[in-house]
T-cell receptor, first 112, second 115 residues
Framework: SQQGEEDPQALSIQEGENATMNCSYKTSINNLQWYRQNSGRGLVHLIL?????REKHSGRLRVTLDTSKKSSSLLITASRAADTASYFCATDTLPEDNDMRFGAGTRLTVKP | DAGVIQSPRHEVTEMGQEVTLRCKPI?????LFWYRQTMMRGLELLIY????????DSGMPEDRFSAKMPNASFSTLKIQPSEPRDSAVYFC?????????????FGPGTRLTVL
């Protein structure tokens, strides 16, 4: 069963704009991760944020985590056409549990 | 490392036929996951193994699905008999357990079409 739910389901922006995607989850987590999937390809890990962290940066990516609201956001700054892909959040729970649950994803389209 | 390897990349079969999907995890990884992705249901975890032992198969849709991991470098997902509703992309992923960084490495997927 899915744990995370991404919002919006689809997002279309112009190149250079920022893209913000949100993820909500239901149970307590250990880690939350964001993955990217290009059409017809496997998922690629982007960034991980731990439950005791509130914000993390990686290049043009910024992830926030609010455990009180059970939500996370992924911000892509200065978007590029190559950022067009689906973005998924995934959560795991116990420290020993490698069972991750993925949301339905946000389909991002960046128009050149 | 070549990453997670899956075969075949595409499979088209007729309803009722047996389908076997294969996965070779990254060398040294000791957990392996099988996922199914469809437009309607998104990415679903089917089953995962730790050290070749199935840990959670609650996501396996029904008895027609079975998975094995005879050794650390090979796993199969079998559907017998296949049905049109099994059409999906099936992903395999692997990870090193015991790591505090739970990044899963995904294979390219097998696109299954059951006619």
């Amino acid at each position: 069963s899915q744990q995370g739910e991404e919002d919006p389901q689809a997002l279309s922006i112009q190149e250079g704009e920022n893209a913000t995607m949100n993820c909500s989850y239901k149970t307590s987590i250990n880690n939350l991760q964001w993955y990217r999937q290009n059409s017809g390809r496997g998922l690629v890990h982007l960034i991980l944020i731990r439950s005791n962290e509130r914000e993390k940066h990686s290049g043009r990516l910024r992830v926030t985590l609010d455990t009180s609201k059970k939500s996370s956001s992924l911000l892509i700054t200065a978007s590029r056409a190559a950022d067009t892909a689906s973005y998924f959040c995934a959560t795991d729970t116990l420290p020993e549990d490698n069972d991750m649950r993925f949301g339905a994803g946000t389909r991002l389209t960046v128009k050149p | 490392d070549a990453g997670v390897i899956q075969s075949p990349r595409h499979e088209v079969t007729e309803m009722g036929q047996e389908v076997t999907l294969r996965c070779k995890p990254i060398s040294g990884h000791n957990s392996l996951f099988w996922y199914r992705q469809t437009m309607m249901r998104g990415l679903e975890l089917l089953i995962y193994f730790n050290n070749n032992v199935p840990i959670d198969d609650s996501g396996m849709p029904e008895d027609r699905f079975s998975a094995k991991m005879p050794n650390a470098s090979f796993s199969t997902l079998k559907i017998q008999p296949s049905e049109p509703r099994d059409s999906a992309v099936y992903f395999c992923a692997s990870i090193t357990t015991g790591s505090s960084y739970n990044e899963q490495f995904f294979g390219p997927g097998t696109r299954l079409t059951v006619l």
